[in-house]
């Protein structure tokens, strides 16, 4: 038998479907890897309040300048996030800026987030937005004045923030440069693990480097590789076993903000990832500084 011939009409279907399936299969793929980065960032921990719907927001955050609620990032279009525009998500992690133009504060770690790659941030959001909607109105915050001004963030921005992307440092192995992008970026560790001045800004010359003073209060530790006050006795394999299950190498299990960390985001890291933010850590400067809790 002759050999069917395709019409135009057929052929042309058949490019649009192969087209549709690639461009399907590619939005599947970007939807797992905005999921990947979301728990990098530990965005479910923070977004999520006790007994809450998942990042419909209402998690209290505990400071000394007042009481913050994080905010619903569900697609939900009145409470949510479901009518930003790439720009306006790009520019809330660049820049601390709402899509109506005011400042947030710094407890949105944005002075991290603006080295998030632009291919980041929008994986990000598509996996946001791939997510049910929640209509959850988001609570405000209960700081007092002129702490809650959000027209002082202005500022505080122009003395302590440096926006920019990551700049990976050329002379330093992939590695190292991926475990920088984590732990600086992505995962933001020094917002928590770095003390903090009187106006809320990290301590420079401090990073990593433990406050008894972290958020709701909580102690958080020196995590820069000092034998005696941070993580210096710990192994490699030690801090890759810790980064993936909360177990330290005195087999004590992490409390605190830092299980949820581990639980809703870091225990679903690749073991090169891991890894990575390893060497990073490990690579640092050792900083002497004994974190106690307040008497």
């Given at each position: 038998m002759p050999a069917?011939?395709?019409t135009p009409c057929v052929a042309a279907a058949l490019v649009l479907l192969l087209a549709a399936l690639a461009a399907a299969a590619?939005?599947?793929?970007?939807?797992?890897?905005?999921?990947?980065?979301?728990?990098?960032?530990?965005?479910?921990s923070c977004h999520t309040a006790p007994g809450g719907q998942k990042l419909a927001g209402g998690r209290a955050l505990k400071t000394p300048f007042?009481?913050?609620?994080?905010?619903?990032?569900?697609p939900d279009p009145k409470t949510g996030i479901g009518r930003w525009?790439?720009?306006?998500?790009?520019?809330?992690?660049?820049?601390?800026?709402?899509?109506?133009?005011?400042n947030y504060f710094p407890v949105f770690?944005?002075?991290?987030?603006?080295?998030?790659?632009?291919?980041?941030?929008?994986?990000?959001?598509?996996y946001l937005f791939s997510l049910p909607a929640v209509h959850q109105e988001n609570r405000p915050h209960d700081v007092a004045f002129p702490f809650s001004w959000r027209l002082l963030?202005?500022?505080?921005?122009?003395?302590?923030?440096?926006?920019?992307?990551?700049?990976?440092?050329?002379?330093?192995?992939?590695v190292y440069n991926r475990g920088a992008y984590l732990v600086t970026a992505l995962a933001h560790c020094g917002e928590c693990h770095t003390p903090r001045n009187l106006l809320g800004a990290t301590r420079s010359g401090q990073q990593l480097a433990g406050t008894p003073?972290?958020?709701?209060?909580?102690?958080?530790?020196?995590?820069?590789?000092?034998?005696a006050t941070g993580i210096g006795k710990w192994d490699k394999e030690d801090v890759v076993e810790f980064l993936r299950t909360g177990m330290t190498p005195e087999q004590s299990r992490v409390k605190g903000a830092m299980r949820e960390v581990v639980e809703d985001g870091l225990k679903y890291l690749s073991e090169d990832d891991l890894e990575a933010i390893t060497d990073y850590l490990l690579a640092q400067p050792?900083?002497?500084?004994s974190v106690t809790r307040r008497k």
């Open positions: 069917l011939r395709q590619a939005e599947e793929d970007t939807v797992k890897r905005g999921e990947y980065l979301v728990r990098a960032g530990g965005c479910f007042g009481t913050f609620y994080s905010p619903n990032i569900t525009t790439d720009a306006q998500f790009q520019r809330a992690l660049r820049q601390g800026v709402s899509p109506e133009g005011t770690p944005y002075p991290s987030f603006t080295r998030i790659t632009d291919s980041d941030a929008l994986a990000i959001k598509v963030q202005t500022g505080w921005k122009l003395l302590f923030f440096s926006p920019g992307p990551f700049e990976p440092k050329p002379d330093r192995s992939a003073d972290g958020p709701d209060g909580e102690l958080v530790p020196n995590i820069t590789p000092d034998p050792a900083i002497v500084r």
